[in-house]
């Protein structure tokens, strides 16, 4: 009688492993897929927003995240999510597109987003000739609008100041908290359409119709540039001295070096580039693994591995179970996501079970461990067996009725 009882419950608990399993996979992702990454580079990602989507490219030049509504202006932020300008409105979203953090009060026409260091979003509404500050409430907290016209771009600087693109008026100003101009920059511009305030203390305009991009120093003496380029919207200059470039005719993204010379491009699937951001990569964590620590032989058990992408890719699990057995490469699954698996041991002994994860861009996490004994103490596993009928018992009642046929 008790080994018939025991029969059940162990097919019962098979049967609602299989359960987890199965609907783990239909709701996490896809299992048993082998990424072909082994050439792909680990330095940096690129974010690039154009008039019909933004998209996240690894630096072998595939597509690792889409979100498929063009924006001329995306910010990746720290916690994985992506801040993007969408006409009247600034959406906050994540990983799967999900709007987390909305701001539109009052807005016409968003040209440029930045989340500030305070949590704040710097926000430049171009056709309310307007640049303002907004704290996560939507309160407005600063703003400036004085002789602005068309304002295109806006950048804090470690100052407190603030870098303005006035588009219409040709010129590129940095005001202070309190709306002084304390630097302009005038000389033969032609619809800028950004700038950004270098470590150097240089600042580095892109001039849409001009077809270039320029570096002036405090002085407005030019001190680099980049001629010939057809109708440029955004620049970036690279940790290695590069400068990325967003060409909105030609649907490319080049790098170019203090020369000049184009070392680097991208033309994918691109429909007039607005925007583009380098961002470093960061290395996923090492999984953590929940589990019984003890158990029989022959029997199947439960383990939950949870690692995280700082990035918030999708991720790669590697699994080794200690038995010389292992699951290769399987994913994407989403990062910071737990992802059951069950395994069986045949043989007596301590077992070390072993995960790690991989990112998009082929960075390996380091590893994750948990010691496994078999067998463990058998009075020890009736009474967690007898725990476990207690918080379910629905499956005590099952297992009588079943035994009553």
């Known amino acids: ?103 539109g009060a009052g807005l016409l026409g968003v040209s440029d987003v930045e989340r500030l260091d305070n949590g704040n979003t710097l926000i430049t509404d171009m056709l309310n000739n307007i640049v303002i500050e907004v704290n996560k409430s939507g309160c407005i907290i600063w703003q400036y609008k004085i002789g602005l016209s068309l304002p295109i771009d806006a950048e804090r600087l470690d100052s407190g100041n603030t870098l303005i693109v006035n588009n219409l008026l040709n010129s590129v100003i940095e005001v202070s908290i309190n709306g002084t101009i304390v630097w302009q920059y005038t000389s033969g511009l032609l619809s800028p359409s950004d700038a950004e305030r270098l470590s150097n203390g240089n600042t580095l305009i892109t001039d849409y119709l001009n077809n270039r991009v320029i570096e002036v120093n405090s002085t407005g003496a030019i001190v680099w540039q980049k001629t010939g380029l057809n109708s440029p919207k955004d620049a970036e200059r690279l940790d290695n001295g590069n400068t990325l470039i967003a060409e909105y005719n030609n649907n490319r993204i080049i790098e170019v070096n203090s020369v000049g010379s184009i070392v680097g491009s991208f033309s994918n699937a691109l429909y007039h580039p607005n ?55 399987i994913g ?74």
């Not at 359960?19 to 897929?33: A, V």
């Not at 990112?359 to 994750?368: A, I």
């Not at 067998?375 to 725990?387: G, I, T």
């Open 275 to 329: 925007d583009v951001e380098r961002i470093p990569n960061q290395p996923p964590t090492s999984p953590a693994i929940t589990g019984p620590n003890s158990g029989f032989i022959n029997i199947p058990y439960i383990y939950m591995f949870k690692g995280k992408d700082p990035g918030g890719h999708s991720v790669y699990y590697w699994i080794e179970w200690g038995d010389g057995n292992t699951s290769g490469w």
């Open 332 to 405: 994407p699954f989403l990062s910071d996501l737990q992802i059951p698996r069950t395994h069986v041991w045949k043989n007596k002994g301590t077992y070390t079970i072993k995960a790690k994860i991989r990112d998009v861009c082929g960075v390996e996490s380091d590893w994750g461990t948990l010691t496994v004994k078999m067998p463990r103490d058998k009075v020890l596993s009736s009474m967690l067996f007898l725990r476990f009928l207690d918080q379910y018992p629905f499956i005590n009642l099952l297992i009588q009725r079943l035994s009553l046929l």
């Open 1 to 103: 009688m008790m080994k018939r009882v025991y029969l059940i419950a162990k097919s019962t608990f098979i049967f609602f492993i299989f359960l987890i399993l199965i609907l783990g996979s239909i709701s996490i992702g896809k299992t048993n897929f082998e990424p072909n990454i082994s050439n792909i580079g680990t330095d940096f990602i690129t974010l690039i927003s154009d008039d019909s989507q933004v998209i996240e490219i690894n630096n072998t030049g595939s597509i690792v995240w889409q979100y498929s509504i063009g924006c001329v202006d995306s910010e990746r932020l720290s916690n994985g999510n992506t801040l993007i300008t969408q006409g009247f409105f600034v959406n906050e979203i994540n990983g799967l597109g999900v709007i987390v953090w909305q701001y």
